[in-house]
């Protein structure tokens, strides 16, 4: 038997040689790279049903059927090593008794009731790239290495670099990957991602998380007509459900699902394969299991429809799901499964990195990303506590960060983490008053209010320290806490539902970070980065960057804690920070070239060329006028080195000037952003940050930063009297697709307090004509829309809406 310790190290030992032959473009470890010739495949039909194994002509469920295995008895078929995946699921070429037939045995809908599985005839047979992984690395004295006799001409594609690959391409191709694969798009998390790709629901798609939370006080409640309520649960191929229960708390009474009609299938086609009638005495005992017995077969989709509630209640409340589920049918192992379908001249034409590749090649390199991958999530745990300690080695691994949403591991390690540290909210909300008009007139004047003190920021973190100890008052809460604070903002009308709150944080964040070049930032924390003002075309035209010369070292902190607070809920804060911060935040590494193009790219430039520039041009440019200092992003002129505004560099010393600057600017805003990750790591464990790519950071905090027309739809929902194909709805639409992005940002926000998504929309009729203005309660993100006639119309009035209605309910009697 092999040693456990042993086969971890040569599985560790593997993923530090591969990372670092990625960063130097050089071939691969060839245990990683390993095919088999062949396999040996045991099918067992299933004798009940009677189901026939159907062997094709092509890896197609369309194509012509050779052959077919009957349900009498056990077959033993020998198959190619290497497995073929597409949109029908994971198949296996023939190489006897029936030569080049193509047997589905891993399929992605259809639900299969045929047993599969790999035979060996000893444990030291390497048959997976795998087993080559763990006894070839793992330095065991006492034998030979093993010989890796595979399909060398497999081996060699994936083992050799591509010419022109780089490690950038790698990334790209990892965000390629799970832009274009549902399961690596999902939300599920906890125990759950184990099985699941994705849940969906027919209402509140924002508390589904609180169904894998495994917080009992968490909830998923829906919001409709009674008996309409449904959870659709998308699991992974070959998983097969064994107990599948909803929790329930049984003093939730009319809101317990009485009656509940479970199918199962495929999307399109499910038929029903339990129906269960619970009483009181199932709910006592908090947890209602849907099926009488363990299911035998795989099934994509199922689908739970509450038809009834107790004492004939309209809406239901889950307070999470159990699933115990086996995945022996699962034979092909997760590294392998690469659609081969998903790489087209189309699907890569807006992925510059890899348009000049071939199809083929993209999915070969897959292959390989997806099984460094494997190998991280095999040994997270262990690798994960030596990255910040690690100078070479598994520190390498963290160059690798991109590929971390190809680990299915990731999202159920982050998950736990978040779940040990969280707390218990405060037993009190505290109640803070926001004078608004007061931080307006300052940032209309900021002479009237030197010190800031006006604005919502500060007012907001001066009343916390008035009604909250830091002890209790730390935002490490768990996610469906979605309020922090009840405001009252003076001479407003405003009872806070949220509404209200999730409007403090709108206003914090543009007095952060402004969206609009025409309005002045009201507080030093951060200042418009070189990028803003330079006329040359670059895309980081909107970042923010700390300020070098700012000192509220406290603030900055705060502004970590707010950061963090929106991460652990599902709350934003839009902060246009440049991915040279976001990266120092997850502690990515960050380059001149790369990243600090984000903050100053025309520094990037001119440093870039000076680097490379001939004699010649050096002196007739910069001789006598180029000395050693340089502009930091505040406009402050520093010296590089002491007297350094009385020297000028020559041509000789250029390169020591160029590393001068890289090493200043880089650096100029450390303390800083030092001071933002302390907040945030007050709130969010590092090993959390450790697990996350910057972009991931980003959307969590900020919130998606584009909004297309197609997302904007996907978080519409329409009360009774409306639907998408409505004339009042259509204009709206088509009005809205003319907006920019900030527009429609404004929008969002005019109707829920939010700049970004995600966030769930309700549309609903408004009982005015064409000529009024829509209205929207915050509270309840509700808009209500009148009946516009034309495009035109509708677009001006949204857009006066979005720009100049953003006080909530000011029919109401003013704070005094």
Not at 416 to 439: C, F, G, H
Request: hydrophobic share 35%; proline share 6%; with cysteine.
């Amino acid at each position: 038997m092999a040693d456990p310790v042993r086969t971890r190290l040569g599985r560790i030992r593997c993923l530090v040689q591969a990372v670092e032959a990625m960063q130097r473009g050089e071939s691969l470890p060839k245990p990683l790279c390993y095919v088999p010739t062949q396999l040996t495949l045991e099918c067992q039909p299933d004798k009940l049903s009677g189901e026939q194994v159907e062997l094709h002509e092509k890896p197609d469920l369309k194509s012509p059927v050779l052959n077919k295995l009957m349900a009498a008895k056990t077959h033993l078929l020998t198959v190619k090593g290497f497995p073929c995946f597409n949109k029908d699921g994971g198949w296996f070429q023939t190489i006897k008794p029936f030569e080049n037939n193509w047997i589905l045995v891993q399929p992605n809908e259809r639900s299969i009731k045929t047993k599969f599985k790999i035979t060996k005839s000893n444990e030291k047979d390497i048959q997976s790239w795998m087993d080559a992984v763990e006894q070839c690395c793992s330095l065991q004295l006492s034998r030979a290495e093993p010989t890796l006799d595979g399909d060398e001409e497999l081996i060699a594609l994936l083992q050799n670099p591509l010419p022109g690959w780089t490690l950038e391409a790698d990334e790209e191709l990892a965000k390629f990957l799970v832009k274009n694969n549902s399961k690596f798009n999902s939300d599920v998390t906890a125990q759950g991602s184990e099985y699941l790709v994705k849940i969906e629901a027919s209402s509140a798609e924002s508390e589904i998380v609180n169904l894998m939370d495994q917080d009992f006080d968490s909830t998923w409640e829906s919001d409709g007509d009674q008996g309409s309520h449904w959870l659709k649960f998308f699991m992974k191929p070959g998983v097969v459900v064994q107990k599948f229960s909803l929790l329930v708390d049984p003093d939730d009474s009319s809101y317990l699902p009485r009656r509940v009609v479970v199918k199962a299938g495929t999307e399109s086609n499910r038929e029903t394969i339990s129906q269960r009638t619970f009483s009181p005495s199932d709910f006592s005992k908090r947890e209602l299991e849907l099926f009488p017995f363990p299911l035998s077969t795989y099934y994509s989709v199922i689908e739970v429809c509450i038809k009834a509630c107790y004492q004939g209640g309209i809406d239901t409340r889950i307070h999470g799901i159990k699933l115990v589920c086996q995945t022996a049918c699962m034979i092909i192992p997760e590294s392998e499964n690469v659609c081969e379908d998903i790489f087209t001249s189309e699907s890569t034409s807006r992925w510059p990195k890899l348009d000049s590749f071939t199809p083929r090649q993209l999915f070969h390199r897959s292959i390989l990303l997806k099984r460094v991958a494997s190998l991280i999530d095999k040994d997270l745990s262990y690798i994960l506590p030596q990255w910040q300690y690690s100078r070479g080695g598994l520190g390498a691994v963290t160059s690798l960060r991109q590929l971390w949403p190809l680990c299915s591991s990731r999202n159920a390690l982050i998950e736990q983490l978040l779940q040990k540290t969280t707390e218990k909210p405060p037993s009190d909300m505290p109640v803070v008053y926001i004078n608004r008009i007061a931080a307006k007139q300052h940032r209309e004047d900021p002479t009237i209010d030197p010190e800031q003190k006006k604005t919502v920021f500060n007012q907001l973190m001066s009343e916390l320290k008035k009604h909250t100890k830091p002890s209790e008052y730390n935002f490490r809460w768990a996610g469906h806490w979605t309020q922090w604070w009840e405001c009252k903002f003076l001479q407003e009308g405003v009872i806070d539902q949220g509404g209200g709150f999730r409007d403090s944080l709108s206003d914090i964040a543009e007095e952060l970070c402004p969206p609009s070049l025409d309005v002045d930032v009201s507080l030093p924390l951060f200042i418009r980065s070189p990028n803003q003002s330079q006329d040359s075309s670059n895309v980081y035209r909107d970042a923010y960057t700390p300020n070098p010369s700012c000192e509220q070292f406290a603030k900055y902190s705060f502004v970590g804690q707010l950061m963090g607070g929106t991460f652990r809920s599902q709350e934003i804060l839009v902060l246009s920070l440049p991915q040279f911060i976001w990266k120092q935040l997850v502690g990515e590494p960050v380059t001149w070239t790369r990243d600090f193009v984000s903050v100053d790219s025309a520094e990037v430039k001119l440093i870039d060329s000076i680097e490379t520039m001939e004699a010649s041009i050096f002196d007739s440019t910069f001789a006598e006028v180029l000395n050693f200092t340089t502009v930091l992003s505040n406009g402050k002129t520093v010296p590089l080195l002491p007297g350094g505004e009385d020297r000028y560099v020559t041509y000789e010393d250029r390169l020591e000037y160029c590393r001068l600057v890289k090493k200043v600017r880089m650096s100029e805003s450390q303390a800083q952003i030092s001071a933002i990750k302390e907040g945030l790591t007050q709130v969010v464990p590092q090993q959390v940050l450790a697990l996350l790519t910057w972009q991931e950071l980003e959307v969590k905090v900020c919130g998606s930063p584009e909004i297309s027309i197609e997302e904007l739809k996907k978080s519409a929902k329409y009360d009774s009297d409306l639907s998408p194909t409505s004339s009042n709805v259509k204009v709206m639409w088509e009005a809205l697709e003319g907006f920019t992005n900030e527009e429609r940002s404004r929008f969002i926000r005019f109707i829920t307090g939010r700049r970004r998504l995600p966030t769930t929309i309700y549309i609903d009729s408004a009982d005015t004509g064409p000529s009024s203005l829509p209205t929207s309660a915050t509270c309840s993100n509700a808009l209500y829309l009148p009946s516009y006639t034309t495009v035109e119309q509708a677009a001006s009035k949204l857009r006066y809406a979005a720009y100049n209605c953003v006080a909530i309910d000011t029919d109401m009697s003013p704070i005094e």
